[in-house]
């Protein structure tokens, strides 16, 4: 039975896995996860590792003797700590500095195809010059095959000879003898011992790849080995960061598919790649993710639209089994992202449920929702600083709610802000137009528009029975 201070380190190692820049509740399902893997966490020779199976099936255990398992987990009260790992570099010139974003992959011999030297060429070539300068990739051979981890090294050097050389491009490899035990593992959901050996392995190798991109860059985007990337994805993640900037958020979703396009903050990364470790054998990878983003108080998920990133390959890493997934999200040709500088909103409209007026402004795939508006109903953007604006497109309603649009409504532009009652609002606005069909767009707007704006307003010119979506607001500034 546990003692109180047993029980008390349980809940403190739960409480530093907190964000600590917003307190919220971990979700329940979360806390039974971790309650119930450190109620049977002990230290002697071996460890005892309990999770739960599929939110609520029954609870197996699976006791580990391994000197190499003890060896890899000793450290585990430590998550913000790197894991003792010496790891082989099979292709890296030193990095001279730290960069923006480091993209992560990880990849063994497959039975069918090959799509690793495809998805670097895609990554490169896809970036420009000033985004090169921004940008790591480091690959994780984690196949213990040697013969075939050596002519993948011979192939990349080859054919990646000039990004090696000016550190863009590391590849590495995480030996053997630091993995836990990968056989006799449970089967938890029924899957086949194989299946489980592999989906285990597959943790055990992102968590080596997590801890060692830990202090490479300010950001870390996680992708698979058979990955197509937009055009300029980087100037896209960039421009989504700076549009929440002052958002809590653990991972943003630049992909629907697996764990394809997951970004996380570099120093979140040591502390992942402990929980990819401590159960690995429990549930696949992009299954642990989500438990992380949970724990770390990120309670929806923020994915962003289109996708930046596709898979591509046709057979699985495991078996050589057909893989077909596709994000009918992405977009490969470049595509003109908003700036949308940062703004306080607010509305007079009843609000429904929490589709509050900010996640109209959002780059991620959410929208404002209210109750039916009245003649005289505002929707408000304050800049913080006076912009000039080059263009702008507001779009209402929803492929599913297609009549929740603004069918009479206006536009208009404001300058020379004041606060009233502790809001920030305009003294003058001039009118650039009314809506069409619920959607308003115009161009050209600086040679339009003699001052700088400071606020954009949304106007109801005629009340309507139907509620109203604001699905989008983007601004393009000059």
């Known amino acids: 039975m546990f003692k109180f201070h047993q029980m008390k380190y349980i809940f403190e190692t739960l409480d530093k896995m907190r964000c600590l820049r917003k307190r919220s509740t971990v979700s329940f399902l979360g806390v039974l996860v971790i309650f119930l893997l ?11 590792l309990e999770g739960d199976k599929q939110f609520g099936r029954e609870t197996s255990t699976h006791q580990l003797n391994s000197e190499r398992y003890v060896h890899t987990f000793k450290d585990l009260s430590n998550f913000s700590g790197t894991i003792n790992v010496t790891y082989r570099y099979l292709a890296a010139t030193p990095l001279q500095r730290k960069r923006f974003l480091t993209i992560g992959l990880s990849s063994v011999k497959r039975k069918k195809g090959n799509y690793l030297l495809e998805t670097i060429r895609s990554i490169f070539e896809q970036s420009s010059y000033e985004e090169l300068k921004e940008i790591s990739v480091v690959v994780h051979l984690a196949e213990f095959n ?9 192939d990349i050097t080859q054919k990646f000879a000039h990004h090696i050389i000016a550190g863009r491009l590391i590849v590495i490899h995480a030996p053997e003898e630091y993995y836990p035990i990968l056989d006799g593992l449970k089967r938890n959901y029924n899957d086949p011992e194989d299946r489980v ?26 992708l698979e080995d058979d990955v197509r990337c937009s055009k300029n994805f980087l100037t896209a993640i960039k421009k989504v960061i700076t549009s929440l900037e002052g958002t809590y958020w653990v991972t943003l979703e630049f992909s629907k598919l697996g764990y394809i396009g997951k970004l996380y903050h570099s120093h979140d990364l040591p502390r992942l790649a402990h929980f990819l470790l401590m159960f690995y054998q429990e549930m696949p990878c992009d299954w642990l993710l989500t438990h992380f983003r949970d724990l770390l108080a990120q309670k929806n998920v923020i994915r962003f639209k289109p996708s930046l990133f596709q898979h591509m390959g046709y057979y699985s890493s495991y078996k050589g089994a057909e893989n077909k997934l596709k994000d009918d999200d992405f977009e490969e040709e470049s595509f003109d992202i908003p700036d949308n500088p940062p703004a306080s909103l607010y509305t007079n409209m009843n609000v429904f449920e929490s589709y509050e007026a900010s996640k109209a402004y959002s780059s991620v795939d959410e929208y404002f929702w209210g109750k039916p508006p009245s003649t005289g109903d505002i929707f408000v953007i304050v800049f913080e600083n006076p912009i000039v604006i080059k263009k702008i ?12 649009i603004l069918h009479h409504g206006a536009l208009d532009v404001g300058e020379n802000v004041v606060r009233f009652k502790r809001i920030r609002q305009c003294v003058t606005y001039v009118r650039l137009g009314e809506f069409k069909n619920g959607n308003f767009e115009m161009s050209d707007m600086n040679q339009k528009i003699p001052f700088d704006i400071h606020c954009i307003r949304i106007y109801v010119t005629k009340t309507q029975k139907e509620w109203l979506i604001i699905r989008s607001i983007s601004i393009w500034t000059s």
């Open 38 to 48: 450190f109620m049977n966490l002990y230290i002697e020779d071996s460890y005892v």
């Open 393 to 404: 497109k507001v779009t209402t309603g929803t492929e599913d709610r297609q009549n929740d």
């Open 146 to 154: 040697s013969s075939w981890r050596e002519v993948m090294v011979q």
């Open 197 to 222: 050996r592999f989906r285990s392995k597959q943790n055990v190798d992102y968590a080596f790849l997590l801890n060692f991109c830990a202090n490479t860059s300010d950001y870390y985007v996680m």
